[in-house]
């Protein structure tokens, strides 16, 4: 039989009264924090069902990122939360995909929380690893963060990292698991958009000496004739042909051959600016793009690009130097064509008398007085 206890002796009306406020105010904490969870519930389901759709999406790897970071981060109420991409060949992760409004930078690779990951390829806890601790340039964490490296064997694309929790609590390590398990699902589906991407990139990339190739650069030389017709933006084309490369390949090899085209095609590429294309043409030839430059400012690059592969041999396998020079025409809209193709034409034209005439030279077509740089 339950007993009831009797009412204290010495609760007056006043400390009845604060008692039920207490209690009042805990049951408004509580149904707050019901509906935090039912909302916080609701959100996640639709975080989901975005996921769900962004797998169902194959290629769109920006909405696919997006959606695993989102549902990541509403799973353990993360504050801040980014995907890292690892850029190829310079050891840095670069931030794709970002929740939060803390700004957020490059890490080199082994940097802070997400870096150690990375080089470790394995998932990083703070605090739990002696060395990975979140760096200064990752969003900030207080009290805990955690790193996951999506990869594909062991060949990594990036790491997602999440950075403490809104309730202040750091992340279990029950958290940890069921984010990993998470991302193992998506993994494969987020390999596949990197895959499509390399795919596409290679679609329009030389297979020798990594430069765009010739269906990249007409695509580049139709916006641009499109962007000088409808804003009058000026543009020119450079042509550049190796000099002498039969000879290279008759004495060293075609091998020989094909190092030269890959160092010339170095050394153009770290010339110019980063707006400005350069692809391998064809063959022995190269063409570049340079948005917003004038004939006079072409004539200068290209002068400044034949010293510049003129001034050094190129030292073959067997350590063999190899003097090189090379033959150039230029030509500027809108003087020498109003379409992509007149100024190729123009530039051709330009070049190949620049070859006639002793090679290692740049040209341009006649201006209105009949005359010819070179």
Same mark, same amino acid.
């Given at each position: ?185 998506? #993994? ?9 991407? #390399? ?112 001034? #050094? ?54 201006? #209105? ?6």
């Amino acid at each position: 039989m339950a007993t009831v206890e009797p009412i204290p002796s010495d609760l007056t009306l006043e400390r009845l009264w604060a008692r039920l406020q207490e209690v009042e105010a805990a049951i408004r904490a509580l149904d707050l924090r019901v509906k935090e969870l039912e909302q916080s519930g609701s959100e996640f389901r639709k975080a989901l069902n975005r996921l769900g759709d962004a797998l169902a999406s194959t290629h769109d790897r920006p909405a696919m990122l997006s959606a695993v970071l989102e549902t990541c981060a509403l799973y353990v109420r993360a504050s801040a939360a980014v995907f890292y991409g690892l850029v190829a060949g310079v050891n840095r992760l670069r931030p794709l995909t970002t929740t939060g409004t803390s700004p957020v930078v490059e890490l080199q690779l082994g940097e802070g929380l997400a870096g150690r990951a990375a080089a470790a390829g394995a998932v990083a806890v703070w605090p739990g690893h002696a060395d990975a601790v979140p760096s200064p340039i990752e969003p900030p964490a207080q009290v805990s963060g955690v790193a996951i490296p999506i990869r594909a064997g062991n060949h990594l694309f990036g790491v997602l990292a999440l950075y403490d929790r809104l309730d202040g609590r750091p992340f279990s390590q029950e958290d940890v698991d069921a984010l990993a398990t998470l991302v193992r699902q998506v #993994e494969p589906a987020i390999q596949n958009t990197f895959l499509f991407e #390399e795919a596409a990139r290679l679609s329009i990339t030389d297979g020798l000496t990594s430069l765009w190739n010739r269906r990249h650069f007409d695509l580049r030389l139709a916006a641009e004739q499109q962007r000088g017709l409808r804003f009058g933006d000026p543009f020119s084309v450079l042509l550049v042909d190796l000099d002498d490369l039969k000879t290279v390949n008759d004495n060293h090899g075609h091998h020989a051959g094909d190092a030269l085209l890959i160092e010339l095609a170095h050394r153009l590429a770290g010339g110019v600016r980063d707006v400005d294309l350069v692809a391998r043409y064809g063959g022995d030839e190269f063409a570049l793009i340079l948005p917003n430059t004038g004939l006079e400012g072409a004539l200068r690059l290209a002068r400044k690009l034949m010293s510049a592969i003129r001034g #050094e041999p190129f030292v073959l396998k067997d350590g063999e130097p190899v003097p090189v020079t090379v033959s150039m025409g230029v030509a500027a809209y809108p003087e020498h064509g109003q379409t992509g193709r007149a100024l190729v034409a123009a530039a051709d034209k330009a070049m190949y008398r620049a070859k006639a005439e002793g090679k290692d030279r740049v040209g341009h077509p006649p201006t #209105e007085d009949g005359t010819v740089e070179a």
